[in-house]
């Protein structure tokens, strides 16, 4: 039917072409093709969405971390009642065009879709909710929020990442004063400098953030909590605080040779490139330094960090892209998906291999790397890697990128709060239901709770926080006019 249709008016389309081409101009013919690319993915969301087969136990939406009610908005979608789909959708996610994107889907709705368990290929839950909410952007159906009732109590927000944008969205449609202030010269924080524009369009991440600036939020840019302001500073402007900093210490690789040129951590070698997709001047990419064009480039990691960098590289035109990794491809930490993607992308997986020497006269040559094998499961359950005896090897580069992970910075001393408590990983300590810190009147939401984690887990994280605080505001509205 589909086939049938795009056929008879690809037919048309192509046919005008042909026999008026002098009164036509490239432009029209963008515009025609625009438009049938327009229907064709409309009733490809259609056709996905009807394959949902409703099975009455949502495993999908059990696993989405937003228990977004997937069966019942891929039901509207089907129907083409795409407003009420979208309105559905966006109750539950302040970004469902952003989780669309870029949640690892087969990690959590898509790979618990019971159509994907019974081996006929998932129902493509994300696609389907982008394409709702692209829909919605399009129609005009997302408007700056209305505010029934401004109230006075205002909360301050550090870290302008999904966690602290999730949580100023939810406590702006409640009439609250929001600030948000963040170090970066941009909002949005990984979704912004870490992930890259072939992963998720920079133009989606501002048009989020100008939604929320339209909205009444106020941006303070340039703002590094600690160093401009203490956090008991903040705490005396605003009736609440949430921390939402993420976590943004490097792991490092100590090894010889780490000190030499060209080996980079993989948040530089990110933020350059995501800094060139949206128009910046940046010297180091410039001037070749972190620029993989022509070069030989080694990632050291698995993770999905590693593979942003690598995908990354292959798309900055590097001579090669090798990742090295000292598990097994069974043991990789990042998505599965991702890996498939890097691998059909040309780039070259090191299994059960570690750095043992960086080499080179100034700036980084090469590698000795150990070859590894598998032993018993150590603490984490894994099984732990362990050098094979005179196994090494060596590999040429001219760029290292170490994507080792990312641990929490040290924020009660950043903050100058020493009283902040810290659990033992240096995430901050919550009360479970509350996400209140041990100060009253503080809370924290995203990485900087749970470690290095997912945005989805972010903005869950965010609107619990913002329900939180709201509640925490009542309370104290209330206690001030007892007193009064
Ligand atoms: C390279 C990379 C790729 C990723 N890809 C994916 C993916 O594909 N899918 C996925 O779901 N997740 C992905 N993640 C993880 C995801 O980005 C994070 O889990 C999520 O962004 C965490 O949100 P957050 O709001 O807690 O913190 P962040 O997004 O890190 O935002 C924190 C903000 O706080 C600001 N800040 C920090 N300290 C201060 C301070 N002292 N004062 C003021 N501001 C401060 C920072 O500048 C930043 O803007 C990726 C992570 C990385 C590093
Ligand atoms: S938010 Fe993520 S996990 Fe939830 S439905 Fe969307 S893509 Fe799936």
Same mark, same amino acid.
């Given at each position: 039917m589909l086939q049938s249709k795009m056929n008879d008016k690809m037919l048309k389309f192509v046919k005008i072409g042909k026999q008026t081409p002098p009164k036509r101009d490239v432009l029209d013919r963008k515009e025609d093709f625009k438009e049938i690319y327009k229907e064709f993915i409309n009733e490809k969301a259609k056709e996905q969405s009807s394959r949902c087969s409703q099975c009455g136990v949502p495993f999908c939406q059990l696993h989405c971390p937003l228990g977004n009610n997937? =069966?019942? @908005?891929? %039901?509207?979608?089907? $129907?083409?009642? #795409?407003?009420?789909?979208?309105?559905?959708?966006? +109750? !539950? *996610?302040?970004?469902?065009?952003?989780?669309?994107?870029?949640? =690892?889907q087969d990690r959590l709705c898509e790979g618990n879709c019971v159509i994907e368990q019974s081996g006929h290929g998932t129902v !493509?839950?994300?696609?389907?909710?982008?394409?709702?909410?692209?829909? /919605? @952007?399009?129609?005009? @159906?997302?408007?700056?929020? $209305?505010? +029934?009732?401004?109230?006075?109590?205002?909360?301050?927000?550090?870290?302008?990442g999904p966690a602290g944008l999730a949580c100023a969205e939810q406590l702006r449609k409640e009439g609250y004063q929001v600030t948000i202030y963040d170090r970066y010269d941009r909002p949005g924080g990984l979704l912004i400098y870490g992930i890259p524009n072939f992963k998720l369009e920079k133009f989606?991440?501002?048009?989020? !953030?100008?939604? #929320?600036?339209? +909205?009444?939020?106020?941006?303070?840019?340039?703002?590094? /909590?600690?160093?401009?302001?203490?956090? *008991?500073e903040l705490k005396n402007q605003h009736d609440a605080i949430l921390i939402a900093t993420g976590v943004y210490k490097a792991r490092e690789v100590d090894l010889p040779g780490s000190s030499l040129d060209n080996i980079f951590p993989a948040m530089e070698f990110l933020?350059?490139?995501?800094?060139?997709?949206?128009?910046?001047?940046?010297?180091?990419?410039? *001037?070749?330094? #972190?620029? /993989?064009?022509?070069k030989n480039i080694v990632v050291i990691g698995g993770g999905d960090t590693a593979m942003d960098c690598v995908r990354t590289s292959v798309r900055q035109k590097a001579k090669s892209v090798k990742c090295l990794y000292r598990r097994d491809k069974e043991n990789m930490p990042?998505? /599965?998906?991702?890996v498939a993607n890097a691998e059909e992308e040309g780039v070259e997986f090191i299994w059960l291999s570690n750095p043992k020497e960086f080499k080179g006269s100034k700036k980084i040559e090469s590698l000795i790397i150990d070859k590894m094998k598998l032993g018993? =499961?150590?603490?984490?359950?894994?099984?732990?890697?362990?050098? %094979?005896?005179?196994?090494?090897?060596?590999?040429?580069?001219?760029?290292?990128?170490?994507?080792?992970?990312?641990? =929490?910075?040290?924020?009660?001393?950043?903050?100058?709060?020493e009283k902040l408590q810290v659990t033992k990983w240096g995430t901050i300590k919550t009360d479970f239901d509350t996400m209140e810190t041990n100060i009253a009147g503080i809370f924290a939401a995203g990485d900087i709770i749970r470690g290095a984690s997912l945005v989805v887990w972010a903005i869950k994280d965010g609107r619990d926080a913002a329900e939180s605080i709201q509640k925490y505001l009542e309370l104290k509205e209330k206690q001030n006019q007892k007193v009064a």
């Open positions: 997937i =069966p019942d @908005w891929l %039901k509207l979608t089907a $129907e083409d009642r #795409l407003k009420e789909a979208y309105e559905l959708s966006q +109750s !539950t *996610n302040n970004m469902p065009e952003i989780c669309g994107r870029i949640c =690892p !493509t839950i994300g696609s389907i909710e982008t394409f709702i909410t692209e829909n /919605a @952007w399009e129609n005009g @159906w997302i408007q700056p929020i $209305e505010i +029934s009732e401004e109230k006075n109590e205002t909360v301050g927000i550090i870290g302008a989606v991440v501002e048009r989020r !953030t100008k939604f #929320l600036k339209d +909205s009444g939020v106020n941006f303070v840019l340039n703002f590094e /909590a600690g160093k401009d302001s203490t956090l *008991n933020t350059a490139s995501n800094k060139k997709c949206l128009g910046d001047k940046v010297e180091m990419f410039d *001037n070749g330094t #972190l620029n /993989a064009e022509g990042g998505s /599965a998906r991702e018993e =499961p150590d603490d984490s359950g894994r099984r732990k890697p362990i050098i %094979k005896e005179n196994s090494e090897f060596k590999i040429e580069a001219d760029i290292v990128i170490k994507a080792l992970g990312f641990d =929490p910075e040290e924020l009660p001393k950043l903050f100058g709060e």
